[in-house]
């Protein structure tokens, strides 16, 4: 056989490995559909937090390398006024060395009390080294969200607000909200440091799912005030520990509440 | 009595070795900020491709394989630790046999494009079953897994033309000849 045929041949055999491989991404959650998942045993956190948690706001953005909107699927739009709260989650998707280690999703189980507008959940996952701190992405294809809209009536302030400095550095210090049980004033919360990279980096790896049929997430909005969602990881580390974004639409009244809790599912 | 010639001379294997320590050593030394699956590709490749392009023997390429996957499992280059030798191993196996296919002519452009790109997308296949054998749900292997074939695909082919390129700019100076290493 000639050399130029074999170069041919080699091509062509070349070209059905790859057709068969974008075959097998396309269809590949048809093929392999989730095995069942085993939530693990035990609560990671069970926190309540009142609206003395929104420590950041007004604002029409949350952090990342150049500031997201907050609404999924919207860009930043300057006319919204959010207010935020970070909590961190004491839980990530994978547990340990994600080659050789167990593999799941966290889920978040949430109980708001007296909502008033919308609530969006995003999270953050927060790494080490130079890897650049993860969150879902925002806008465009499989970006990803979860919003509760809420009927109480509006309060007049956010007193513990105020709003977030764009950072030059691309690094914030965050505080998280854990510490501020339902009925006490302490302020005294620890700081968590998200750091970004480049635009876009970091929103490819975590995701806001409210099945585990959708791993790459979804957006969902529920005027449900009880349930639930799912945080998956795919591709890339998505860090040792996940931080979760809470932001309200409008000042709170004084009996709000929100009480969550996560918990590790591993897949069988 | 007739002492029996090895199958690769002296010469050769500090050849291929060097070959393969070099492949640690631009693992260790370069780092691409590209976040692309695949994407170390466009240097792994090349000294394989070099040494199997020198040697012209069929096991060249496998030996640089097992001797850099020794190397980087000892050096601790990735998460897979021991099982970075059958990595290592199907890269170096699939460029020996891309060689013996194009009768080590791996001087030609099209030839290195198609040794380095079926030997990166080897170390791929690979890499993703030894994953599903340590246990990572298939469902998430094969989630992008035609995005990392692509790209796969296009930097070992670069990486295989620059090693081309590399082969046959020593032909022409005279270092190697097609004939003998």
């Not at chain 1, 050399?3 to 041919?8: A, Y």
């Not at chain 1, 953050?124 to 009536?153: D, E, H, K, S």
């Not at chain 2, 020198?54 to 060249?60: E, W």
């Not at chain 2, 599903?132 to 995005?147: D, E, K, N, S």
């Amino acid at each position: 056989m000639e050399f130029r045929t074999r170069v041919g041949l080699a091509f062509v055999l070349l070209g059905c490995f790859l057709g068969g491989m974008v075959a097998l991404g396309t269809f590949g959650e048809v093929l392999f559909p989730q095995s069942t998942t085993i939530p693990t045993p035990g609560i990671l956190i069970d926190q309540v937090v009142t609206k003395a948690g929104f420590q950041y706001g007004p604002q029409s953005w949350r952090p990342s390398y150049d500031p997201l909107g907050i609404y999924p699927g919207k860009d930043v739009l300057d006319n919204e006024t959010w207010y935020l709260m970070f909590i961190d989650l004491n839980a990530t998707p994978v547990s340990g060395d994600p080659n050789v280690k167990r593999i799941g999703s966290v889920r978040l189980m949430y109980n708001f009390t007296d909502l008033s507008g919308r609530a969006v959940f995003h999270v953050y996952g927060l790494t080490t080294g130079t890897i650049p701190t993860r969150t879902n992405r925002q806008v465009g294809y499989n970006n990803c969200g979860f919003i509760v809209m809420g009927n109480a009536t509006g309060g007049s302030s956010m007193p513990a607000a105020t709003p977030l400095v764009i950072s030059g550095s691309h690094q914030y210090r965050i505080a998280i909200s854990n510490n501020l049980l339902a009925d006490s004033d302490d302020l005294t919360s620890t700081t968590r440091i998200l750091w970004f990279n480049s635009p876009q980096s970091g929103q490819g790896a975590l995701h806001i799912t409210p099945s585990l049929s959708k791993r790459m997430g979804a957006v969902t909005e529920t005027t449900d005030q009880n349930g639930s969602f799912y945080v998956t990881a795919t591709g890339n580390d998505p860090g040792n520990d996940l931080l979760l974004l809470v932001a309200v639409d409008r000042p709170q009244p004084d009996g709000f509440a929100l009480r969550v809790r996560t918990e590790f599912v591993r897949m069988s | 009595m007739a002492i029996k010639k090895p199958y690769f001379s002296l010469y050769e294997i500090a050849l291929l070795s060097l070959c393969a320590a070099l492949i640690v050593v631009l693992n260790t030394t370069f780092s691409l900020p590209l976040k692309i699956p695949g994407h170390t590709g466009i240097y792994w490749v090349v000294p394989v491709i070099i040494g199997v392009g020198i040697v012209k023997k069929p096991g060249a390429g496998t030996y640089i394989g097992f001797v850099s996957g020794i190397l980087a499992t000892l050096f601790g280059l990735n998460t897979l630790h021991i099982f970075n030798l059958i990595i290592y191993l199907a890269l170096g196996a699939m460029i020996d046999l891309v060689g013996l296919l194009f009768f080590y002519r791996l001087d030609h452009p099209a030839a290195g494009f198609i040794a380095g790109a079926a030997g990166n997308l080897a170390k791929m296949v690979v890499n993703f079953a030894l994953q599903t054998f340590l246990g990572i749900p298939a469902v998430f292997i094969v989630i992008g897994i035609g995005a990392a074939s692509i790209s796969h695909f296009i930097f070992g082919g670069i990486g295989g033309i620059i090693a081309a390129l590399v082969l046959s700019r020593l032909l022409k100076s005279g270092v190697i000849t097609r004939d003998e290493a």
